[in-house]
């Protein structure tokens, strides 16, 4: 988009910058996703959190869903609609906490129903509100390649497999939840069914509902939303139910950047290393876990006639706090601004303080242009996290 000069001169030296523009075109593709599937798209807060945009969010999904209760609370106050819950256990002083948040909550396994099961029981005697609860699934297939965010691998604990379960849904459950992607594409989510519907077909019958979980790439440029649509569809129409998707990365996918700036720039043994004020294992931790590399803007990945090659480092300790070689157009300068593209999702929600380091900016560019401070943080967010 076109950002107005003073507005760019305006956002701080290290700054997360979403664009309001291109999450409501990320936003409209799920408004039609649901649209035309009968199923409901809600906002993995794991994924994006920015609640300083859940008025605009809300206008084109119906909830949130959770993975504890500060998200759950998260969830209520800030977003409203629908809450959903699922996490691998529950802790005992969180659960009527969460009860009077949530719509509905997922259990890991038979065991953590078996628990709670009394106070959800009873909470439905004492309310008029009803939690719809269900049990996760393991349909023991996945497509994930990294084992950091593969649930399917030997001696996971995320999921309950179909001999666990048996023929019937246990008493009181109403749903199934299964999440087993990670920015994969729909003809993906098709060989899951597959065997989702072989182990777990006869339990969808009895259910009310599914859900499919996050890791569907809605808004990347190659993804098969129709097949999506359809297979939603599908699901629905066969088993008479309703059914969910919980994507977090695909709501602010492309949204936004995260703005740095150059503090030194040294040669190590013929490479040159530029220093930021950012941090990649603090700020940008995904990098490092998936591992990815991110694009920066106007650079790209170097060749051996590229005269002007940079590493990226950040400014912790940390000896691999650094990110591989960028080829740029000109030599860097000290002070000089760099652009990591496509910094919303997943980031912010993983932040940290390590070594002191502070904390980014977060701000907004609407779709006039201008840029608004939403923001900033300093000392006092280091020191309240510790005692």
């Known amino acids: 988009m076109t950002v107005h000069h003073d507005a760019f001169k305006a956002i701080p030296p290290a700054c ?3 664009e309001e523009s291109l999450l409501r075109k990320n936003l409209e593709l799920m408004r039609y996703v649901q649209a035309q599937s009968g199923g409901k798209i809600i906002c993995a807060l794991k994924g994006f959190a920015m609640f300083s945009t859940f008025a605009i969010v809300r206008e084109y999904l119906p909830g949130s869903t959770a993975s504890s209760l500060n998200e759950a609370l998260l969830g209520q106050e800030e977003f409203g609609g629908e809450v959903h819950l699922c996490a691998p256990a529950y802790n005992p002083e969180d659960f009527k906490d969460l009860m009077h948040c949530c719509d509905h909550i997922t259990f890991n ?33 996945s497509e994930v390649e990294t084992d950091l965010y593969n649930p399917c691998i030997p001696g996971t604990r995320l999921g309950t497999t179909v001999d666990k379960i048996g023929d019937k849904l246990p008493d009181g459950i109403e749903g199934l939840h299964f999440h087993t992607l990670c920015e994969n594409n729909s003809d993906t989510l098709e060989r899951t069914l597959q065997h989702v519907e072989q182990k777990f077909g006869h339990l969808l019958h009895q259910a009310k509902w599914l859900n499919m979980g996050g890791g569907h790439h809605i808004t990347r440029a190659d993804y098969d939303v129709e097949r999506l649509i359809r297979l939603i569809k599908h699901i629905r129409e066969t088993y008479e139910i309703e059914v969910f998707l919980e994507p977090g990365e695909a709501i602010g996918w492309q949204t936004g950047f995260l703005a740095a700036r150059v503090l030194d720039i040294l040669d190590s043994k013929g490479i040159k290393v530029a220093v930021l004020n950012v941090s990649f294992t603090a700020h940008m931790p995904d990098c490092l876990e998936m591992p990815y590399k991110p694009r920066i803007r106007g650079a790209a990945d170097p060749n051996e006639n590229d005269a002007f090659v940079y590493r990226m480092g950040g400014m912790s300790c940390l000896a ?9 157009p000109e030599p860097l300068q000290v002070g000089q601004r760099i652009i990591f593209e496509d910094m919303i999702h997943y980031t912010m929600v993983k932040t940290t303080t390590f070594n002191g380091v502070n904390l980014p900016s977060i701000g907004i560019i609407r779709p006039n242009g201008a840029f608004e401070l939403i923001k900033s943080f300093g000392y006092q967010n280091y020191k309240n996290r510790l005692s």
């Open 16 to 18: 997360y910058v979403l």
């Open 109 to 141: 396994t038979l065991t953590q129903w078996e628990l709670f099961k009394p106070q959800i029981e009873n909470y439905h005697e004492q309310n008029n509100k009803k939690i719809s609860c269900a049990i996760r699934i393991n349909p023991e297939y």
């Open 320 to 328: 691999g706090d650094q990110m591989g070689d960028y080829a740029f």
